[in-house]
């Protein structure tokens, strides 16, 4: 195969694969919505990273280095999501933690970007929230890095 047969070949297939991703469709979780009232809700940003999985730019989330104690909530729903004790600094430019309250997120295989990985979100309104990756701390070694426009901090 050909250099630029295959680039088209894989751009194709990430095409694909990014308009067979399942939606953030309603009726899928407890609290729906419809596409104009997120919208309404929502900023643009907010709109891109919590319903078409986009990521916000790393390093432009006061809650990454916000550290007081407190809750981080679900900007879309305001589920409970984390505590401040699982939160530490990752290093990476985005919020992170090491464990999420117990059945508060729900997970799926992201496929996007040439890999695979694990996809968080609000297992109330299914909103995005990030990516799990297996390089965290102890006690569980998973790093929860998300988007910091997905949630709302209430400090305690």
Not at 83 to 91: A, L, Y
Not at 125 to 132: E, T
């Amino acid at each position: 195969m050909q250099r630029r047969q295959f680039i088209a070949t894989v751009l194709a297939a990430g095409s694909v694969t990014a308009l067979a991703r399942p939606s953030m469709g309603e009726g899928k979780f407890e609290l729906t919505r419809t596409e104009a009232e997120w919208r309404a809700t929502l900023s643009d940003m907010q709109y891109a990273v919590m319903r078409e999985e986009a990521t916000e730019r790393a390093g432009s989330s006061p809650l990454d280095k916000q550290y007081a104690e407190g809750t981080y909530h679900c900007r879309g729903c305001d589920l409970a999501l984390y505590t401040s004790e699982t939160k530490f600094d990752s290093g990476t430019g985005w919020p992170s933690f090491y464990e999420s309250l117990p059945n508060a997120i729900g997970t799926k295989q992201d496929r996007s970007l040439f890999s695979v990985r694990t996809e968080c979100h609000c297992r109330r309104c299914g909103s995005h929230l990030g990516h799990i990756f297996d390089d965290g701390p102890k006690p569980t070694g998973k790093r929860h890095c998300l988007n910091g426009v997905s949630l709302v901090f209430k400090s305690a």
